[in-house]
């Protein structure tokens, strides 16, 4: 168990941060092993488990270019805490007319530190581009967003990341993910967590079979160990290819809720599952070409172990 999860200055849909520890328990990694991160996001996996070496990428720039100053030295938590203090007055004072306004100036001017504003207090912490490569999301409808103490949470978040971009040998580059795994070398790690599979959102989101079909083909040969987050199934849906393309290799299941909106009823369960092309230490994981798999497979990790132990 990780005993704190360092939180990162930027949210995305679907972001891990509830699985870091989870991941963690399961990773077989020494110190010298390089991190291969080809779908980044916010960067929480790897932020809080990669080692001293490390390559993040997305094929969104805008987290990329973040992180990439904030590593250069060219913002740092008191540039950042400045900056939304300015922004946040202006916000109280205007509300949603200085949100469109920042808006439409990130979508000129691409800064990060108005990527940063816009994360923090659009609606749901989501990130969106149209076709034309523009953020779209709306208004969070909170003006007095950018309290004291807010300010603080993300200068302080902010000030975690330079401590461990200072300290540490990761790169981070905006580039697809086949060109990220093709740099994996046999002692690197990949961690991967593509879009879900048919819930396109996002113009840097989108993920079809055609991609599933060509992340196995990367993954597979890539002589790396790896592991894969993906779904594995909800009360509607099953992710097929669970059964077929990924079928081989070993495989880890968890109940995850996500929220949708603020409301404690909205809250959905999702079965998370970790896919992985070796056997964790001292874990009994299901194989996925067994028959015993096949009956389990709604089930959450627990019942794997118990029912694979027994
Ligand atoms: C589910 S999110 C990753 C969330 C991340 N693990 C976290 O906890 O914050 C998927 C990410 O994949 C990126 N992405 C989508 N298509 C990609 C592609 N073809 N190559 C690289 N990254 C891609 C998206 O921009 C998004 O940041």
Request: charged residues 30%; glycine residues 4%.
């Amino acid at each position: 168990m990780l005993n704190k999860i360092h939180v990162p200055p930027i949210k995305i849909q679907g972001i891990k941060t509830k699985l870091v520890s989870w991941i963690k328990e399961n990773l077989e990694i020494s110190e010298d092993t390089r991190w291969i991160e080809p779908f980044l996001g916010s960067g929480v996996v790897g932020f809080n488990l990669a080692k001293k070496n490390a390559l993040f990428a997305d094929i969104n720039p805008h987290a990329i270019n973040l992180y990439n100053r904030i590593k250069e030295k060219q913002i740092n938590s008191v540039i950042v805490k400045q900056f939304l203090f300015k922004e946040g007055k202006l916000l109280s004072e205007k509300g949603q007319e200085h949100y469109n306004y920042v808006r439409d100036r990130f979508n000129e001017e691409k800064d990060p530190l108005d990527f940063l504003f816009l994360n923090r207090s659009c609606f749901n912490g989501m990130i969106r581009f149209n076709k034309d490569l523009k953020f779209n999301v709306p208004f969070g409808h909170k003006p007095e967003r950018f309290a004291q103490a807010y300010i603080t949470k993300i200068t302080n978040q902010v000030k975690y990341l330079e401590l461990s971009f200072s300290i540490n040998n990761w790169i981070f580059k905006c580039q697809s993910y086949e060109e990220t795994i093709k740099e994996a070398k046999k002692d690197d790690l990949i961690y991967c967590d593509p879009p879900y599979i048919g819930r396109h959102v996002d113009y840097y989101d989108s993920w079809d079979e055609k991609d599933e079909m060509k992340l196995f083909e990367l993954l597979k040969n890539s002589g790396s160990k790896f592991i894969l987050s993906t779904w594995d199934n909800n009360q509607y849906r099953k992710n097929e290819y669970l059964d077929t393309i990924w079928k081989d290799f070993n495989k880890l299941n968890k109940e995850h809720y996500y929220h949708i909106g603020a409301k404690e009823e909205n809250r959905a369960p999702m079965i998370e599952a970790l896919i992985l092309n070796y056997k964790p230490k001292e874990k009994k994981v299901a194989n996925l070409n067994s028959d015993k798999y096949k009956q389990l497979d709604i089930f959450t990790e627990n019942f794997v172990k118990i029912a694979i132990n027994t």
